[in-house]
């Protein structure tokens, strides 16, 4: 299946699942394990069957998706870390509640309805319950911090009455907190978890079906192929397949523990160090949330919250993506340079084309997903087709192997794929018949219920890969219901306004500030979605476009993630470098300039997001625009780059950085003359290091 050396598959290709978020790999062993291998399968035909013919009250699929989530959850904690028998016990137990949750709510949908605002006292137990099992999920597979965060809000909106001005609200009684929080569409059952119902949840078993399938060989024997034999190889691998991966995932965190554990030791092999080694690895990982068209749970979110067709969120990201991998590639191509490391033997590496033309059948979905999206469809619907056809080319596949001649094969193919697409004309239940057809020819012969069995494991590993997406969503309503609720958002807005009033920029750094701050130990969902509540309108007010304002809180909330002291991205990658978290964080920050300067420039020149054209394209045309601030974009961040490393053409004098780095500065400001000065700066900068480097060549 692969045309990568012996040892290069040895090192690229993972040998075992990996774990999710706090949760070991696996799903335990015995009758308990098969439980929540079962509820995990079932989550997900729950999820899939919602997805294709949405047949329930958008109310129920979000009580039933927290349901499913707290049930999976607390199964997987008693099968996975609980050691004694009656602390597994009571971990099913609460697992169990957490679904009778979501049962209540679908058997008294109506009457919960007719009594909003006037709970019963069965519907404030379960209310409760609901309230608890949320914090606890949230505490055990996300991490106190998280759940902390939450529980600080929670007591502002039961006992802010009686704080000090401008703090102070009305006050609320129990009841009516749990009816917000627990019942609402502002609480745990608010955008966050129809978001996570509704598309994350279609797309993450979209990716997991992908690797199943082989989609991560592909990556990595393309980018081995493709970039291997560049300066500083491995890395660049790294960068690039870590690249791909985020067009199809964007879990971040999940990333760095799935894929670190091959390329990091891989780069140290080549002579790149540790902390270096890590932070490329934490970086390029974190960068898959940025990189369309899946981009992550946080763009779904985006979307919803903007009311925009998700294209236009994938549109805004595409050059900023772009910049942030280039930033990549260029540090890891002077990090070499000034380690005087080189590529790998193009003879050890797999040829990249040969690789896609024999696992081209892969990329199909991807495009079909991509089409889709663009074509104006929803994200629902275009992340269910592209599961189903990834699920058709799964099936199919060995089916297609028991044909003998080529001609028939390609037959076969032909007529399957017009099978499969037909729905765009007839509707998603002729995908349905197509796929039990094959599912019922592959029951009968050996090879095709191996297959089966792959798409079993596929939608189980989907649901577990879920789970902390999921619970993040769904504790984050507890800070979207008291922000709603009590108001505290107005007077945060109010304080960003008033100093931006005077100065954009020190409310920009105070609303990057925040996002960092926010970071230390919460992942990046629920970091957007605090703080674009909380300085998005902000932003807004002051005159920045809607879509940058929210692009720049999504993008600092990823920099959470690489930057000291908590930085947890660098700190997964800190065992598989066997290298301090905080020196790796070191490194990512620098890595990730990119991820720093690009929000910046957004918000003074849109175009660099393709959002609101300027004074230049009002004299030159919109594309002339674009061209220039990438150029200039691209030229800061290359001079940012050699600062940071020290090396160009040569090593570079303490003195030299700063220079490389005050042009840098010049050409990202948007400040009169500082385009001009900063232009200058770099090209007589660069021609003199340049000649020197000449120089010092010839005289040695």
Sequence with gaps: MTDAPPETQTILSPTAEAPVEGLPPGFGDGIAGKAAFLIAIAFSIFQIYI??????????????HVGFLLLLGFGLIANL?????????AFWTLGLLGFGTGLYNWVFYADLIRRSGFLTTPDLIVGTVLVVLVFEAARRLMGLPLALIALIFLAYASFGNHLPPPFIHRGYDFAQLIDTFA???????????????AYIFIFVVFAAFLERAGMIALFNDFALGLVGTWRGGPAQVCVLSSALMGTI?????????????????????????????????????????????????????MAETLNIPYAEVVKAAIIPALLYFGACFWQVYLEAGKAGLQGMAKADLPNPWHAVSRHWPLVLPLAALIYLLFAGYTPIFAGTMGLALTIVLILGTPLAALIGPLAFRIVFWVALGLAAASFMRFGVDILSFVIAGLVVACVTFRGGRETLQICIDSLAEGAKNALPVGIACAIVGVVIGTLTLTGIASTFIGWIISIGENNLFLSLVLTMLTCLVLGMGIPTIPNYIITSSLA???????????????????????MADLTPPVALAAFAAAPM???SGLKIGIQATKLAVAGFVVPFMAVYTPALMLQDPGPIAAQFGYPVEVAYIVAKACMGIALWGAAAVGFLARRMAWWERLVAFAAGVLLVAALPVTDEAGWALS????????????QATGTA
């Design 51 to 64: 997805a294709a013919y949405g047949s329930l009250p958008s109310q129920v699929v979000r009580a039933m």
């Design 536 to 558: 998005g309108p902000a932003l807004l007010s002051l005159d920045v476009p809607l879509v940058v304002s929210h692009m720049f809180v999504f993008y600092f909330g990823i």
């Design 183 to 197: 019942f609402g569409t502002e609480g745990i059952y608010g955008t966050p978890v129809y978001v996570s119902a």
């Design 81 to 89: 870390r609980a050691t004694s028998t009656p602390a597994k016990a």
């Design 683 to 694: 090209v007589a900068w660069i021609g003199w290091h340049c000649w020197r480097a000449r």
């Design 577 to 579: 470098a066997k290298e």
């Design 249 to 301: 995932s964007g879990s971040g965190v999940a990333n760095v523990v799935a894929s670190g554990q091959f390329t990091i030791p891989l780069m140290k092999r080549f002579g790149f160090r540790s902390a270096f080694a890590g932070a490329v690895e934490a970086t390029s990982s974190m960068g898959g949330q940025i990189m369309p068209p899946v981009m992550g749970a946080v763009a779904f979110i």
